[in-house]
């Protein structure tokens, strides 16, 4: 597989990161650990997951998703060939935020619950008011120092928020590689712009989340009859609207003249994007993994990418 530079963290990812929130939450464990098989035989190599995935599932406390990445690693001596992301922030049992101490511990906690001894790419998950940049940076910049991490970046900044962070950083205090920002076909405004530009600009690489839309894109969902399709499916009421629904049917036209299906027409979409590095997706099962993997395949025309540009 070919592997794309992720920005100047020094790391190469195949163009699909593999998102973790599923894992202990939507996949059970066998399931995750099935998906992860998948994912790995396939020739791709990052995951993406969170101190606090999956804490908003009933009886959860945050740290699940990292358990089943860490013990699946663990269990196939698989450590080697995964690229680990994980990020800090959010809040869990134990505190929240960006705060200098915050960083050290939940940095050491994470590396407890992945069974590893480094994290590859660490994410600042939500930039934090309440923190000066300069701080949080320096604490990046420690846990690099210290062999724990060996890059950084910042997720759901702005392009104001990220600058500032580019512009405070050098000397002790870590530069962010990456970002992450909400980003798919149907949340365009968020990133396109001034951040995507402050990207090209400042060559970061560029992982976006929700890139199915947490599963709208894949064009399952097409009235409110097919909601009990997934756990998750209230969440896409909101999409049942005439944008949503005409990029469902560009979706449906390109996907039909291409022989692929409408969540690889999505995920193509995202990696043919020049800003782009890998899109984030998530799958609950083997068989959608697979789907999602063959975008990686797929080559959209201009006029594809005009009819999707809705
Ligand atoms: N930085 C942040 O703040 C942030 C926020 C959110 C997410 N993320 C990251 O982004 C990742 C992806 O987000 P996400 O999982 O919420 O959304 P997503 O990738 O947009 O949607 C994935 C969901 O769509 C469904 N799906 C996937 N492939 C399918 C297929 N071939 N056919 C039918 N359905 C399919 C699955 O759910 P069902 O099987 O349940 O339908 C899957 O869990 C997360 O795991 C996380 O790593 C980051």
């Not at 990292?66 to 922030?89: A, C, F, P, Q, Y």
Request: with cysteine.
């Amino acid at each position: 597989m070919q592997t794309r530079k992720l920005g100047s963290s020094g790391l190469s990812i195949a163009p699909l990161v593999l998102g973790g929130n599923v894992f202990g939450w939507t996949a059970d464990r066998a399931a995750s650990f099935t998906v992860l098989d998948t994912f790995l035989d396939g020739g791709f190599n990052a995951v993406d997951t969170a101190d606090v995935y999956s804490r908003w599932a009933p009886g959860h406390q945050g740290g699940e998703s990292e358990t089943v990445l860490g013990d699946w690693m663990k269990e196939r001596g698989s450590r080697d060939k995964v690229v680990v992301i994980t990020k800090v922030g959010s809040e869990m049992p134990a505190g929240k935020g960006l705060k200098a101490a915050y960083i050290q511990s939940a940095c050491d906690a994470s590396l407890k619950r992945l069974k590893t001894d480094r994290i590859d790419l660490y994410f600042s998950h939500f930039p934090d008011k309440e923190t000066p940049i300069e701080e949080t940076l320096e604490a990046h910049q420690r846990l690099i120092d210290q062999g724990k991490v060996r890059s950084v970046g910042g997720s759901n900044y702005d392009a104001a928020g990220l600058k500032q962070a580019l512009d405070a950083a050098g000397g002790s205090r870590a530069r962010y590689t990456v970002l992450q920002p909400h980003y798919n076909l149907l949340v365009r405004d968020q990133y396109e712009g001034g951040l995507e530009n402050l990207c090209v600009k400042e060559g970061l690489g560029v992982i976006p989340y929700f890139a199915l839309a947490s599963g709208f894109l894949t064009g399952k969902y097409r009235s409110e009859a097919d909601l009990g399709k997934s756990a998750r499916g209230g969440g896409m009421k909101k999409h049942f609207n005439a944008r949503g629904l005409a990029i469902l049917a560009a979706l449906d036209a390109v996907s039909k003249a291409h022989g692929a299906t409408q969540a690889q027409v999505a995920l193509a979409w995202l990696m043919a994007r020049p800003s782009i590095t890998a899109p984030i997706a998530s799958a609950t099962s083997a068989t959608q993994l697979k789907e999602l993997a063959a975008a990686a395949e797929l080559k959209l025309s201009a006029d594809d990418m005009k009819a999707l540009d809705l």
